[in-house]
T-cell receptor, first 109, second 118 residues
Framework: GQNIDQPTEMTATEGAIVQINCTYQ??????LFWYQQHAGEAPTFLSY????GLEEKGRFSSFLSRSKGYSYLLLKELQMKDSASYLC??????????FGAGTRLFVKA | ETGVTQTPRHLVMGMTNKKSLKCEQH?????MYWYKQSAKKPLELMFV???????ENNSVPSRFSPECPNSSHLFLHLHTLQPEDSALYLC?????????????????FGPGTRLTVL
């Protein structure tokens, strides 16, 4: 079957670094997305990986290892506004995108 | 502003009511999607339309009926829903479904309709 696993909740301190992991098992692979979703709002696109390695965008970086079925989202210099849910999504065979349940990140002062 | 709007933002309905959710995208995209988001569960893909044609129906009960009159508009017609259908219904759009390229398949989401079925 197809499955995406990510931790349910994480807590980190303002100014720190946090890594949110995602493991997946899908039929085929055509890319992995990370989305941010604040409570009561729409998910917004953060990053996309299709090749192994690290993609960096400002304070956010995303890593992919296709052989391990593993990705992480790295958030640096955490700010209070980073408190949100982070959704890992994988586009599998047939280009259907499957979402994980999301990781709720709490940033404390 | 994501370029994808949804109305209404909140909806309360009884199990015998008929209502419709509306989604409109102003991004010139060709693919549109309906998702259901329940508390602590992954986003569940319901329907996908590409160039107005339905390409995916993810075993959704017939009490949910989608309609896509053109590439900019997507509706979800609701009839005789159950309390367990209460959820956030999200619409999304992307440029198209075909090539595995970041710029063409990134999905942009609307703000959602919070549906409560009594």
């Amino acid at each position: 079957g197809q499955n995406i696993d990510q931790p349910t909740e994480m807590t980190a301190t303002e100014g720190a670094i946090v890594q949110i992991n995602c493991t997946y098992q899908t039929s085929g692979f055509n890319g992995l997305f990370w989305y941010q979703q604040h409570a009561g709002e729409a998910p917004t696109f953060l990053s996309y990986n299709v090749l192994d390695g690290l993609e960096e965008k400002g304070r956010f970086s995303s890593f992919l290892s296709r052989s391990k079925g593993y990705s992480y989202l790295l958030l640096k210099e955490l700010q209070m506004k980073d408190s949100a849910s982070y959704l890992c999504a994988v586009r599998g065979g047939g280009f259907k995108t499957i979402f994980g349940a999301g990781t709720r990140l709490f940033v404390k002062a | 502003e994501t370029g994808v709007t949804q109305t209404p933002r909140h909806l309360v309905m009884g199990m015998t009511n008929k209502k419709s959710l509306k989604c409109e995208q102003h991004l010139g995209h060709n693919a549109m999607y309906w998702y259901k988001q329940s508390a602590k569960k992954p986003l569940e893909l319901m329907f996908v339309y590409n160039f107005k044609e339905q390409t995916e129906n993810n075993s959704v009960p017939s009490r949910f009926s989608p309609e896509c009159p053109n590439s900019s508009h997507l509706f979800l017609h609701l009839h005789t829903l159950q309390p367990e259908d209460s959820a956030l219904y999200l619409c999304a759009s992307s440029q198209d479904l075909s090539p595995p390229d970041e710029t063409t398949d990134t999905q942009y989401f609307g703000p959602g309709t919070r549906l409560t079925v009594l």
